[in-house]
T-cell receptor
Framework: GENVEQHPSTLSVQEGDSAVIKCTYSDSASNYFPWYKQELGKGPQLIIDIRSNVGEKKDQRIAVTLNKTAKHFSLHITETQPEDSAVYFCAASGTDSSYKLIFGSGTRLLVRP | DTGVSQNPRHKITKRGQNVTFRCDPISEHNRLYWYRQTLGQGPEFLTYFQNEAQLEKSRLLSDRFSAERPKGSFSTLEIQRTEQGDSAMYLC?????????????FGNGTRLTVT
């Protein structure tokens, strides 16, 4: 089955700097890669997703890149703000009958004012 | 609020008791998922419904766990004879469609503490 690894587990950046979180997946059949932001006491919130027919997607300060050959995908946050502080999860999904998401172990991002 | 709704938000129970959680998905979302999340980890898949049919169950879902979605709308997750290892956040998620990866939306979860 699919396995998703995520790095780093914690990331501390100065406000205004960029943050990059990286994930690798094992199943070459996976074709959908969402990213979620989870704040304390809340459920994961979808912030951006990318499909395997696209190499990059951007939404304001957030971008995601996908390298299908290397089975890597990354989240890039530019001009970080204190409110970006949260736990971020990557996930992957293939075409099995449930289209279930397999999640990475998360990255705790701290943006220092 | 038109998001995924979960109740209760918190549940404290003694070992050996039964508990039941409820999930109301986004209206017209025919696919519903339950996940479990322990501290410092990502959500782990438990089970999946398409309409009222439970189509997949994880090996994590022991025989003490049962989930239902009787009318294809809300869903319940019951844990019988709770154990301390069941302490976790139980997340429900829903999505539209049937044969694709449409966006999956999560509720705010039910945090279970077994004492």
């Amino acid at each position: 089955g699919e396995n998703v690894e995520q790095h780093p587990s914690t990331l501390s950046v100065q406000e205004g700097d960029s943050a990059v979180i990286k994930c690798t997946y094992s199943d070459s059949a996976s074709n959908y890669f969402p990213w979620y932001k989870q704040e304390l006491g809340k459920g994961p919130q979808l912030i951006i997703d990318i499909r395997s027919n696209v190499g990059e997607k951007k939404d304001q300060r957030i971008a995601v890149t996908l390298n299908k050959t290397a089975k890597h995908f990354s989240l890039h946050i530019t001009e970080t703000q204190p409110e970006d502080s949260a736990v971020y999860f990557c996930a992957a999904s293939g075409t099995d009958s449930s289209y279930k998401l397999i999640f990475g172990s998360g990255t705790r991002l701290l943006v220092r004012p | 609020d038109t998001g995924v709704s979960q109740n209760p938000r918190h549940k404290i129970t003694k070992r050996g008791q039964n508990v039941t959680f409820r999930c109301d998905p986004i209206s017209e979302h025919n696919r519903l998922y339950w996940y479990r999340q322990t501290l410092g980890q990502g959500p782990e898949f438990l089970t999946y419904f398409q309409n009222e049919a439970q189509l997949e169950k994880s090996r994590l879902l022991s025989d003490r766990f049962s989930a239902e979605r009787p009318k294809g709308s809300f869903s319940t997750l019951e844990i019988q004879r709770t154990e301390q290892g069941d302490s976790a956040m139980y997340l429900c998620a829903s999505r539209t469609g049937s044969l694709d990866n449409s966006p999956l939306h999560f509720g705010n979860g039910t945090r279970l503490t077994v004492t």
